[in-house]
């Protein structure tokens, strides 16, 4: 939450956030079923008030007005890619952001990972985005690859759909206008992993986020995936 704020401070309505998880994180403490601050974070970042007034509420209001202010992400700024575990309130909360795009693993499914990021990257430049803030949730992976991370969901991407994710995003950056903002990599818990395998995908993710291909590998001794 702290530092996509701190870019909006800079960027103001010229910052994009891609969500890149399985989860929408728009609940906020009225909506959350488990009342976790995780499952919040573009909910504090939109600036999405609560209908209701107790004291969790209380600070919530606190939290939006001196941790994250003005000026809130912008609806039309904001874009999911592999959501499959959203809770009721979420959705609720999502029509409170006319123009925001939430594409699921359904959308994955039909149009391709390529599909969905073209639709994406049309969407945040019609909107006339500046920067980009691109954060990559490790349960976006299908916990067959991604083991290690608290909120594990089946039905996830596959390691090359995530790798192809970060290298077109690479791309991206590379032709296009737009600037990147910042990465967050987040949701590794090394408690629940197996050998490193989590922080493993999750550092060789970044590698492709940051221009390793195949072909062109940043370290010479791997150049297989």
Not at 111 to 120: A, E, S, T, Y
Not at 147 to 153: C, I, R
Not at 193 to 208: C, G, P
Request: hydrophobic share 40%; glycine share 10%.
């Amino acid at each position: 939450i702290g530092s996509i704020a701190g870019a909006l401070r800079k960027y103001g309505d010229g910052l994009a956030v891609l969500w890149v998880d399985a989860h929408m994180d728009l609940n906020t403490p009225d909506t959350s079923p488990s009342g976790n601050l995780h499952g919040m974070s573009l909910a504090a970042l939109s600036g999405l008030k609560p209908q209701s007034s107790s004291a969790l509420d209380e600070e919530w209001m606190f939290l939006l007005e001196e941790i994250v202010g003005e000026p809130f992400l912008s609806p039309q700024n904001i874009a999911w890619l592999c959501l499959r575990d959203v809770d009721e309130g979420e959705v609720a909360n999502s029509k409170l952001l006319p123009g925001c795009l939430p594409l699921t693993m359904q959308d994955v499914d039909q149009d391709r990972i390529v599909g969905c990021l073209q639709k994406i990257f049309d969407h945040f430049q019609k909107g006339g985005a500046k920067a980009l803030w691109v954060s990559f949730d490790v349960d976006s992976l299908d916990p067959l690859f991604a083991p290690g991370t608290g909120t594990a969901v089946r039905g996830g991407l596959t390691y090359r759909e995530g790798h192809l994710i970060a290298e077109t995003l690479h791309e991206f950056f590379e032709g296009s206008s737009v600037k990147l903002a910042g990465l967050d990599i987040v949701e590794v818990n090394p408690l629940v992993d197996r050998n490193n395998e989590t922080a493993n995908v999750a550092m060789e993710w970044a590698l492709s986020f940051f221009g390793k291909t195949i072909l062109h590998p940043m370290d010479p001794g791997r150049t297989e995936r």
